[in-house]
């Protein structure tokens, strides 16, 4: 193997690592290869959203940042969201709908509605369709997709005090 | 009770029980190839042609073998040359032995020259780069009409290319497969006709989309044998084929599908698994090979661009005097699926309508373009959009609704069609009637969900925006019959839970959790007693894999067998245990119980008996199956668009997709199908195509520019299920999972016609298209 010299620091699912790498090494393959697979290669030209992750809290293609990009800052994989025992909402519902046929895009679905509900106070379609509109999906058609997170959302709306409607950092 | 109501009294089956690998997928949980790989897997990297047609004259590897991180390169300097066939099909395929691990011809930009085994992806592309290689290059061959010239380059000129069965194939002019047939006479009916056409029409090369690309993970066992983990749909073909590619025996190796992320058809098809098991044989070594996304698109296989000839002669009450199909495809630069693709175009179309005069003629060509294979709809999906726009016209012509051309006319229950009996895959076909048959209930409940009363003919309509309606009846099939084969297996665990090993592949569709249902039916206990194992060649039965419909159909009896003799056996030692005949007892609620209700044995306490107490066997049932029908499932699909007659933009206000797919063992999962085949056909018919540059390389290699759709892009879609009972597959089930998509191109092909008096021939729809067409009309 090649001799590395190089190492990246970031907060990883709220623990601090520091991680052996190369300036030309993407984010996603580091995190693939420390055991955080839940993340897809899908594409590599950010274009299909398996590779999401979050970043400082938005929804980042980890397919085209750089591993030395993460440097000080957090980053969020599928693997901080559910467990069997306790499954995050989104999860549940997608399980429940039927949304879950191949599951490849599912955990980046999964990462950019965390973005979506951690960082909107209002769940509008057009919205919600914003936030997702990077994450490809093949199989299903997004009906069911769209039927759990429509029930996610509403769930957690209801739970939280109205607020006003402003879209506030969409996925670019 | 009428047919459908036979459902109503199951228990497992026909209902949406969750699916069994959802949460785990839904976590994100290693479940795909590339979660499997050691951290110390070679990485492997292709070196493509970049040209259509070329012979190399010279390739020099030596540098490359060198350079720092290298464990091997491959070409066909140092590989066994051995033709075969990469299509997973039964044995012997109706196909041409034309592909070599490695040859000195290329045939398409994206095909294989020579291949890096190295520590690193960035060494193995560095190795790649010290490649020498010489071109001769040859006059490439991109167009059907350039495929068929007389003296037209041969795209196949080594002296081993061959069908193992005796079927047509002429590779010194560029046919890779020839099918005709006549029912009646064509030339007599239409002579009866008050009304004739004869259009042409073009259908694009597209693509699958998988959004996991092909993966292929070889190793070396501690015995020694080659062990694949790969993303197959056809896991005991991938075996067979390997085998023969590399010249070893099939017992040397073990294939295992894990979860695979979507395969659509496209992996249906042996591209990776004979170079990685080769580089694992030469490095001892895991070879990990994944596809990226630009390989995908033009290395990966792609959906037949068709060029399709209908005649046809109706008369004025609505009778189809004559049909006569001329299709001819563009397999590409190998030849696996031609033949079955260009019958599928004929019998899965065909038979759709009353008419005693059908004539059929099909041709696949070779090109120097990208290599078509399985895609969801195989040859039907183009056909019917031709099938489904003449429909149209004939109806118009005679001055009738389009539905009731298409109700007046369309096969019911009970009845056959000759087209069955001729038309097989590489033989004659197998002759047939269709037991369940709901599509006149689903276009009657399509037309009530569009609100079809409303439609207007175009002729009356004016100003920017225009709404039209439109629809088309579908079928397709289910398994290949007496061709097809599913295995199953299933035996009882001390606590009465079962594992049910199945050699049926599922590819995201959920068919383990349909094949559990199924079992838990049969033996009268929970869904969540199975634990299903599918998909492995040391351990699970054959199954020939997930194509052509088969699976819920062909395998799922297989299971339901399997699950019916290992009741027998559970009944027998339920008896046993109770002290009472065998005739005296049944099985109910995971428990035998006596005829009088008053004593029971649970499946738990049958297990520990018969494992550790006494007269000890294992209760294990198997069964196969094969078939000897291809029930179709039928479609009704209806759409309201809205055309942009400025810009050509359609915009689907609603599309109404309904389906008889008999019994739904999982009406969620079936949905699920429905819809996802539906929107797969939107996108196609609307926006996706291949777009080539003048030496035939793929220009569109990413979803920037090849774009399939979004949740932003998905119009307001209704899936209705119309329930039927198909007698002989597992309880009243028929196939789902690829009628949906043939329906959108015609479908819009029809609305854009009724919104605008424009009739085009060609998709997809994009807005260039549908001006062109809009422009024309207005000339008439």
Redesign the interface.
Known sequence: MTTTTHTVTFTINGEKKTFATRPDEKLLTLLRREGYRGTKYGCGQGTCGACTVLLDGRATYACLLYAMQAEGRKVRTIESVGTFDKPGEFQKELVAAGAVQCGYCIPGMVMSATALMETEEVFEDEIVKEYMDGNLCRCTGYEKIWVALRKTLDKQASAKPAAKKTAKGAKK | MKRHEKARNFKQVNT?V??I????????????V??FVP??ALIIKMLWSPHAHARIKKLDVSKAEKMP?VKAVLWYGNVPRIAHCTAGQGFPEPSPYDTFMFDKKVRFVGDRVAAVAA??E??ALAALEVIKVEYELLKPVFTLDEAMAPGAPVIHDEAEAHVPIPIPYEPKKNLVAHVACEAGSFEAGLKQADFKFDHTYETPYAQ??????YTSLAQIAPSGRIHITTSTQVPFHCRRIVAKTLDVPVQKIRVVKP??????GCKQEILLDDVTAMFALRTGRACLW?F???ETFRTGRTRHPFRIRLQAGVKKDGTITAINMEAINNTGAYGGHGLTVVSCAGSKVLPLYHCENIKFDGKSYYTNLPVAGAYRGFGATQAFFAMESLMDQMAEAIGMDPMKFRQINHIREGEGSPIFAALGEGREGTPMTVGSNALAECIVQGAEAIKWQDRKDWRGKTGRYRRGMGMACLMQGSSIPDIDMGAASIKINDDGSFNLLVGATD????SDTVLAQIAAEELETATDKMIVYSSDTDLTPFDVGAYASSTTYLSGEAVRKAAADAKRQILHTGAEMLGLPVEQVRCEDSAVISADDKHRVTYGDIAKYSLYQKNQYQIIGTASHITKKSPPPFAAHFAEIEVDTWTGFIKVLNYVSTIDCGTAVNP??A??QT??????GISYALTEEYLFDRDGKMQNA???DYH?????D?PP?N?ILVPSYEDTGPFGAKSVSEVSINGAAPVFANALYNATGARVREFPLTPERVLKAIKAAEKK
């Open positions: 949406s969750t699916k690998d959802a949460l785990q997928l839904a976590l994100g949980k290693d479940s795909y590339a979660d951290n110390d991180g520590e690193t960035e060494q699958h989309c998988p959004i996991e690309p979860r695979i992320g979507g395969g659509f994944q990226n996304r630009e590819l995201g569709t959920g969620q999962l949905e699920g819809e996802g085949g539906t929107l797969n990413s979803f920037a399939i759709y979004s949740m932003r998905r879609l899936i």
